[in-house]
């Protein structure tokens, strides 16, 4: 089949690999010229495991390029997937400037029957407003072509992308055309295979699933936070409540981690935006808010942990911190705790050497070149000198470290487990102070 995707970044870049692999002819359209051409040179602008070697074996294969014009992925593709970003404006509501221009980008070049296929994240009622101005545009140029508009949320998972997009746990379509609906059937049958995820809905109800999959999570995770806060004061451990709360399978254990907070390009906008559709609607999400509150405190917590250890002495102290990502297996650092703790403690004059496996890039790229910023080539490094260590992200090469070399390296033996990776009783032991998160009982 013949594909078009608007938008060739974390989404746009796995969804047309993946369609390609399976044997689809796919052209990925950006607006962003040094994007296109570093993908047109066989660079890859981000780091997914796994998506360099299927781009490369693609575009090899001549079933995937990328362009910027948008002119000839109009008239190639008979669906043409919207996957820009969706980024928050200034008051939390999903800013949908991107998703319209191209809307309009595709109707003005649009010569024949078009299925239009909304994989970016936006609010209920945006596929209504796609078409009415694609049809406004149609009739700018006079004619009256038929098309549909197709809701087709993303489910993947940044780290672990191409897997969840080969095997989707469910692939959602929000569409009124039962004929469109057999199209991507069809489109999607080669990641169907196992058993059927195709889940087909009204467009409206597809774009809330979006946004419900994101707020539940988020809010597992802000529940859990709020209950490591809660077992700190109270001299309970959270790790022991998580493992007596998991083993119950109406709860499960995913997604019920205390930690320094969530981050990311989807979480913190989404559960934003979808506190504002409520507003728009007279609803008070007052569970939202919280949920959005919980976290942006959480995220706040390392530092305060940090500054009242070192008693609020923090000029010209060094720490070290390992993970700058958002989260393992990608350098995307969008809302990361990292950031938050950085910058606190650039704020009371502290020096950061930090080290992270793919994200120091992307670090370079958000902060520039600045004195109290040190990037070290191995999480080693990073401790030379520094009065204590910081976990953020809970890569695996952090796991399990040599905590007597990290001990000898540091000034003072102090670890800040921002993602409870260590055994406290352990470390203890080994002659560190150890500060988790909600580990009251030790
Ligand atoms: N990143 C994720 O893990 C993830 C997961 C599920 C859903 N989503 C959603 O998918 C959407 C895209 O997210 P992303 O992380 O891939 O965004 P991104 O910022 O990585 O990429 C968006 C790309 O769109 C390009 N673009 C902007 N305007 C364009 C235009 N008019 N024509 C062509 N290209 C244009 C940009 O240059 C950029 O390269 C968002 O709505 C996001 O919420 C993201």
Same mark, same amino acid.
């Given at each position: 089949m013949k594909i078009s995707i608007f938008g060739s970044g974390y989404v746009g870049l796995v969804t047309g690999a993946c369609l390609a692999e399976v044997g689809n002819e796919v052209i990925c359209v950006d607006v962003d010229q040094g994007r296109v051409d570093m993908l047109n040179s066989g660079e890859v602008p981000i780091y997914e495991p796994g998506l360099d070697v299927m781009i490369a074996r693609n575009f090899k294969a001549g079933r995937l390029h990328f362009t910027t014009d948008a002119k000839t992925a109009v008239e190639h593709g008979l669906f043409q997937f919207i996957a820009v970003g969706t980024p928050p404006d200034e008051n939390g509501s999903a800013d949908l400037q991107y998703v319209f221009t191209v809307a309009e980008t595709i109707a003005s070049h649009m010569s024949d029957y078009r299925i239009i296929v909304d994989k970016s994240t936006v609010p209920v009622g945006t596929?209504?407003?796609?078409?009415?101005?694609?049809?406004?545009?149609?009739?700018?140029?006079?004619?009256?072509?038929?098309f549909d508009v197709v809701s087709n949320p993303e489910f993947l998972k940044a780290g672990a992308a191409m897997n969840d997009f080969m095997s989707p746990d469910r692939i959602i379509v929000g569409t009124d055309n039962p004929r469109t609906t057999e199209l991507l059937r069809e489109l999607y049958a080669p990641f169907n295979r196992n058993h059927d995820r195709f889940l087909t809905m009204d467009i409206r109800s597809a774009e809330l699933t979006k946004y419900a999959a994101n707020a539940m999570l988020a809010t597992k995770i802000s529940f859990m936070n709020e209950l490591a806060n809660l077992a700190e004061r109270l001299g309970a451990d959270i790790e022991q409540v998580r493992h007596g709360i998991g083993s119950d399978k109406r709860i499960g254990y995913s997604f019920i981690y205390a930690g320094c907070g969530y981050g990311g390009s989807c979480f913190p906008k989404d559960v934003n935006a979808l506190a504002r559709s409520a507003n728009e609607v007279d609803y008070d999400a007052e569970l939202l808010k919280a949920v959005e509150n919980v976290n942006t405190r959480q995220k706040q917590l390392l530092f305060q942990k940090i500054h009242a250890h070192f008693k609020g002495d923090m000029s010209g102290k060094v720490i070290a911190l390992w993970g700058l990502a958002f989260k393992p297996n990608t350098d995307d650092m969008r809302e990361a705790?990292?950031?938050?703790?950085?910058?606190?403690?650039?704020?009371?004059?502290?020096?950061?050497?930090?080290?992270?496996?793919?994200?120091?890039?992307?670090?370079?790229? *958000?902060?520039?070149? +600045?004195?109290?910023? &040190? /990037?070290?080539?191995?999480?080693?490094?990073?401790?030379?000198?520094?009065?204590?260590?910081?976990?953020?992200?809970?890569?695996?090469?952090?796991?399990?470290?040599?905590?007597?070399?990290?001990?000898k390296a540091l000034r003072?033996?102090?670890?800040?487990?921002?993602?409870?990776?260590?055994?406290? *009783?352990?470390?203890? +032991?080994?002659?560190? &102070? /150890?500060?988790?998160?909600?580990?009251?009982?030790?």
């Open positions: 596929a209504d407003e796609v078409r009415a101005r694609i049809a406004s545009t149609l009739a700018c140029k006079q004619g009256t072509l038929e705790p990292s950031r938050a703790l950085m910058e606190s403690l650039w704020d009371v004059g502290a020096k950061v050497q930090a080290y992270d496996p793919e994200a120091m890039e992307e670090s370079r790229r *958000i902060y520039d070149n +600045r004195d109290d910023l &040190i /990037y070290c080539e191995s999480p080693e490094k990073a401790l030379e000198g520094a009065s204590a260590l910081v976990v953020v992200t809970e890569w695996q090469v952090f796991r399990s470290p040599d905590f007597g070399q990290i001990k003072e033996p102090v670890i800040f487990d921002g993602r409870n990776l260590y055994d406290p *009783i352990q470390l203890k +032991r080994e002659g560190f &102070i /150890y500060h988790g998160i909600g580990r009251g009982s030790f």
